[in-house]
């Protein structure tokens, strides 16, 4: 079956850096964009940012762009979003995401 797991979320000061990943199994991990969602306490859930199926196109929300940047091993069946600069507002449970599933989600906060 289709299984997607984050890891790497954790507490990190305002500025500091952060690499989540997803292990996917159960799927033609090449066969699917992947995307990156959070949602924070209080509102709805917003995608962060995507990955084409070859890793060749990626797109960010206007409030990662700059600071996030997603990429992804075909060969290991893994995506990862590697997010610098954090800021506070970057507070949420982050989900990987494959056209008709999601992970378990990890948490993310940034407080002194």
């Known amino acids: 079956q289709v299984q997607l797991v984050e890891s790497g979320g954790g507490l990190v000061q305002p500025g500091g850096s952060l690499r989540l990943s997803c292990a996917a199994s159960g799927f033609t991990f090449s066969n699917y964009p992947m995307t990156w969602y959070r949602q924070a306490p209080g509102k709805e859930r917003e995608l962060v940012a995507g990955i084409s199926k070859s890793g060749g196109s990626t797109t960010y929300a206007d409030s990662v762009k700059g600071r996030f940047t997603i990429s992804r091993d075909n060969a290991k069946n893994t995506v990862n979003l590697q997010m610098n600069s954090l800021k506070p507002e970057d507070t949420a449970v982050y989900y990987c995401?494959?056209?008709?599933?999601w992970g378990q989600g990890t948490q993310v906060t940034v407080s002194s």
């Open positions: 995401y494959r056209p008709g599933y």
